[in-house]
């Protein structure tokens, strides 16, 4: 996660806040950067919170960003 938030440009705290939800609302150009860093479109960003949470399965490149951020 260091390394993820040192290439986004972002505070390591910064990004626990964000991971965890408490920051509701990151900045743009935040999320952005994240996004960038973990090989994500904001499309696909956009895409994981809207969709419903219940019964629906992520797809692989989603789970992959997960994994990404998690390491």
Known sequence: MLE???DARVSPETLRKIE?????TPAFPTIAAIADVLG???DAVWAEITQPKHGVEPSSSD???RE???S
């Open 4 to 6: 993820i938030a040192l």
């Open 20 to 24: 965890t939800g408490r920051v509701a």
């Open 40 to 42: 994500l479109s904001l």
């Open 63 to 65: 789970h992959n960003a």
């Open 68 to 70: 990404r951020l998690a």
